[in-house]
């Protein structure tokens, strides 16, 4: 299991330095998105190039910053459910929502994405737009969306498993109730009475 994790660990290292990494990516399609407009005013001038650049780093940023979000726990889920259920239960829910659901599907998007890649690099296939960019790179950055997130799937069912069996502590971020839902629901009244420390 310590080799497992140790694999875990690398998997989380190199997708939290890629998805800290593409968040710049964000501030270049800005730029490009200013630059292109203040062209297009000030030169009566626009190409279709620079708004297809634009899609694509956020395409990038979506894609591979994808694996950091699951990390990070950041991914959608219903926690006026969820923290309503033993700390124990969750982690069951989450270990087999990865493997039954994930998985499965990040497996399936790795697999219908590598021919659909090789395709359009051997093909150098190009937009149909006048002017428009080179597709394959951005088709290659969905396929490397994905297999970021496999990877980080294998990850965090590894954490979880782990974290089940008492070899680690709690891995990753915990959501936190915005404190006016909390109070509504009574969260803050027995978190008092749990620490029962009167504050």
Same mark, same amino acid.
């Given at each position: ?16 330095? #890629? ?58 889920? #219903? ?13 069951? %829910? ?39 960019? %080179?597709?394959? &790179? ?15 799937? #294998? ?11 008492? %070899?680690?502590?709690? &891995?990753? &971020?915990?959501?936190?109730? &915005? ?21």
């Amino acid at each position: 299991m310590q080799a497992l994790l140790a694999a875990s660990r690398g998997i989380d290292a190199v997708t939290a330095f #890629i998805g800290r990494a593409v968040k710049w990516l964000i501030l270049v399609a800005v730029l490009v998105s200013a630059g292109n407009a203040i062209i297009r005013k000030v030169f009566d001038s626009s190409s279709n190039a620079w708004l297809e650049l634009q899609w694509y780093l956020f395409g990038a940023v979506f894609m591979l910053a994808a694996a950091y979000t699951l990390q990070q726990n950041e991914h959608i889920r #219903i926690d006026v459910l969820s923290n309503h259920l033993a700390k124990r239960t969750r982690d069951w %829910i989450d270990l087999v929502c990865h493997v039954v659901f994930l998985l499965p599907f990040v497996l399936m998007m790795v697999w219908l994405c590598v021919p659909f890649v090789i395709d359009s690099v051997a093909s150098q296939e190009m937009s149909m737009n006048a002017g428009g960019l %080179i597709i394959w &790179p951005a088709k290659a950055i969905i396929l490397a969306g994905f297999v970021l997130l496999l990877a980080q799937a #294998i990850s965090e069912i590894i954490k979880r498993i782990a974290v089940l069996a008492d %070899i680690i502590d709690e &891995p990753s &971020p915990q959501h936190a109730l &915005p404190p006016s839902v909390e109070e509504a629901m009574g969260g803050r009244d027995s978190a008092k009475g749990d620490r029962g420390d009167g504050r």
